[in-house]
C-alpha cells in the first residue's frame, strides 16, 4: 500500500497561510491524494483532494507535484479553529472497495 | 443531508458484556466503514460494507462482528473484549465505495473496556 510522510508538528500564525507538506513517494498511477483533518474528540472531517491536477475549493487548496511523489495543502488565511491534526491519505482501490490508510499526521497549531 | 450518527456517544463494558455500536446515515450511500482510533494515533480501517456485503476485513479478531442490516444502517457487536479494545470507533460512509469518493465520518463512539 503506498505510504503518506508528513511532519510530526506545525505552527502558523492567525490570518497567514498555513502550508501542510506530505510525501508519497510510492503513488501509483490510479491512486487519489486525500486530506483530512480531525479537530480533537471530533470524527476526521474532508478537506479536498486530488490526482493530478492542482485542486482548490472552499476550505483549502491542493498543490500537487508533477511526478505526484509530494503534495502541499494551503490553509490560505488560518484561525484558531484550523488547529487540528491534518492527515494526508493516499486512497486505493482494494478488491470491491476503497481503502484509506491514514498516515501519522501533522498536528497543526494556530497562535494569536 | 451529509451527517452520519453514531450511538452511543460513550460506552463502558466490562469483558463479559455483550454490547452494540450503531451507525446510521441518509445520504444513500452504499458503502460503510468501521474505524478504531487509538488515542494520539490515526485510524485504522477494521470492516468494510458495499452494498451490504462484507468486502474487506482487516483481520480483525472475531470478538468484533459487523453487521449491515441495511443500507442506511451499520452495527458492530461486541463480545468478550479487552482493556486494550478500549478506543474511540469511528463510523464512515461514501456514495459506492470508490477510491475516488469522500468518506463522511461520525463522530465515534468512545469506548471503554473495564
Known amino acids: 500500500d503506498a505510504k503518506t510522510t508528513q511532519p510530526t508538528s506545525m505552527d502558523c500564525a492567525e490570518g497567514r497561510a498555513a502550508n501542510l507538506p506530505c510525501n508519497h513517494s510510492t503513488i501509483s498511477g490510479n491512486e487519489y491524494v486525500y486530506w483530512y483533518r480531525q479537530i480533537h474528540s471530533q470524527g476526521p472531517q474532508y478537506i479536498i483532494h486530488g490526482l493530478k491536477n492542482n485542486e482548490t475549493n472552499e476550505m483549502a487548496s491542493l498543490i500537487i507535484t508533477e511526478d505526484r511523489k509530494s503534495s502541499t495543502l494551503i490553509l490560505p488565511h488560518a484561525t484558531l479553529r484550523d488547529t487540528a491534526v491534518y492527515y494526508c491519505?493516499?486512497?486505493?482501490?482494494?478488491?470491491?472497495?476503497?481503502?484509506?490508510?491514514f498516515g501519522s499526521g501533522t498536528r497543526l497549531s494556530i497562535r494569536p | 443531508d451529509t451527517e452520519v450518527t453514531q450511538t452511543p456517544k460513550h460506552l463502558v463494558m466490562g469483558m463479559t458484556n455483550k454490547k452494540s455500536l450503531k451507525c446510521e446515515q441518509h445520504m444513500g450511500h452504499r458503502a460503510m466503514y468501521w474505524y478504531k482510533q487509538k488515542a494520539k494515533k490515526p485510524p485504522e480501517l477494521m470492516f468494510v460494507?458495499?452494498?451490504?456485503?462484507?468486502?474487506i476485513n482487516e483481520s480483525v479478531p472475531s470478538r468484533f462482528s459487523p453487521e449491515c442490516p441495511n443500507s442506511s444502517l451499520l452495527n458492530l457487536h461486541l463480545h468478550a473484549l479487552q482493556p486494550e479494545d478500549s478506543a474511540l470507533y469511528l463510523c464512515?460512509?461514501?456514495?459506492?465505495?470508490?477510491?475516488?469518493?469522500?468518506?463522511?465520518f461520525g463522530p465515534g463512539t468512545r469506548l471503554l473496556v473495564l
Open positions: 460494507y458495499s452494498y451490504e456485503k462484507l468486502s
Open positions: 491519505i493516499v486512497s486505493l482501490q482494494d478488491s470491491s472497495a476503497s481503502k484509506i490508510i
Open positions: 464512515a460512509s461514501s456514495w459506492r465505495g470508490d477510491s475516488q469518493e469522500t468518506q463522511y
